[in-house]
């Protein structure tokens, strides 16, 4: 009896992204990973489909259907469709048996509001008896493998689809952060941008993510920089599909002002930092987590523009949802770096 229960109950922890979904499950690990996307029916106001199969959706929808990314720029943009999101995402976690989890940890933008966290923990107590918030880049850090918990200064950068997140944290809390709504997607829409007023031509907002993470780089190297490729998109001034060959110097260059705002955020958080966590940051370096410090050369230019050495996390888009999964692991341990969960708030 204490082996079906046991078997059946297991804490979840989930990251709650911009972009991407990721779901742990205690004793199994990452079990779901899934594009941020609800299709909701207009008519009758229900999810028709969730997450990869909603995301084919996008730009494809009839009058009827709409396909949404509930959150944007780091916060909750429809709380209506990012409830049916977390449900559902939780349900298929559970193999659709709808059991209740005993403890659930979301992983969340720092930016996000008191109302919308009381909307994320609301949409998580349909599926666990117990929900705990934690700040993304607290959870990135313990999944990077940094010492959150000691009392060392380290620097963890987030950069995810539409939040870069900067943190100094020490002893299991943020001792200082910055929120910038400028990160993967933005990048990718700086190549949309160049396309069409350099070349005339209109590309989709996946054709742009491919460029990026085929030819795109953040830093200057002759070799990498004279390398193309062919895209293909709509040729504005004869209306007409064309396939044109682009440079990965000029994607840099057209990437350029974006990346920039991301290495600003990062130099001011270090100009606020106390001096002794500057010392230790210096010393251990500046972590990069999230889907967008994959981007070719993107530590060579922190590196160049800090002087502080810069890496990137080992499986960089897990972070999040790996230091979910550790604290529901080590819980004893890591509780303090959770937010206190409703029931206790209500109480207090
Ligand atoms: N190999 C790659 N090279 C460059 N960019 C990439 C690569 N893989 C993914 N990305 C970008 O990473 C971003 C998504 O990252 P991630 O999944 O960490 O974001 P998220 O956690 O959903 O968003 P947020 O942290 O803003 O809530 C997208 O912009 C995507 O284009």
Redesign the pocket.
């Known amino acids: 009896m204490f082996f079906r229960r046991f078997q059946f109950s297991r804490d979840i922890g989930i990251?709650?992204?911009?972009?991407?979904?990721l779901i742990f499950v205690s004793g199994k690990g990452i079990v779901l990973q899934e594009p941020?996307v609800v299709a909701m029916d207009l008519e009758r106001g229900v999810p028709l489909a969730v997450g990869d199969e909603a995301k084919m959706m996008l730009g494809r929808t009839p009058g009827n259907i709409r396909a949404v990314r509930p959150?944007r720029?780091?916060v909750i943009a429809d709380f209506d469709a990012a409830e049916q999101m977390i449900k559902t995402f939780i349900r298929k976690a559970n193999e659709g048996r709808g059991i209740v989890a005993p403890r659930l940890v979301i992983g969340i933008?720092s930016g996000v509001t008191g109302v919308e966290r009381r909307a994320v923990r609301e949409a998580g107590l349909a599926g666990a008896r117990e929900v705990h918030l934690i700040d993304?880049p607290v959870a990135a850090a313990i999944g990077a493998g940094l010492p959150v918990t000691e009392a060392v200064g380290t620097m963890i950068v987030?950069?995810?689809?539409?939040?870069?997140?900067v943190a100094v944290l020490s002893l299991g809390g943020t001792v200082l952060s910055e929120s910038v709504r400028v990160?993967?997607?933005e990048?990718?829409d700086a190549i949309g941008v160049y396309l069409k007023k350099v070349h005339n031509l209109v590309v989709g907002e996946r054709t742009a993510?491919d460029i990026?993470?085929r030819i795109?780089s953040a830093f200057p190297d002759d070799a990498h920089d004279n390398t193309s490729m062919d895209v293909r998109g709509l040729h504005l001034l004869s209306g007409l599909p064309r396939t044109i060959n682009v440079r990965a110097g000029d994607i840099r260059e057209a990437m350029a002002e974006p990346l920039n705002v991301i290495v600003e955020a990062v130099k001011r958080t270090l100009e606020r930092t106390p001096p002794e966590l500057a010392a230790d940051i210096v010393d251990r370096g500046i972590m990069l987590?999230?889907?967008?410090a994959?981007?070719?050369g993107i530590t060579d230019l922190i590196s160049h523009e800090t002087g502080i050495l810069t890496h990137v996390a080992e499986d960089?888009?897990l972070c999040?949802v790996n230091g979910c999964g550790m604290v529901l692991e080590d819980y004893k341990r890591l509780q303090r770096v959770l937010d206190t969960p409703d029931f206790v708030r209500q109480t207090a």
């Open positions: 990251d709650l992204g911009t972009a991407n979904t941020s959150l720029d780091g933008p993304e987030d950069i995810g689809g539409g939040t870069t997140e990160a993967g997607d990048l990718s993510e990026k993470i795109g987590a999230g889907g967008g994959q981007v070719r960089p888009l999040v």
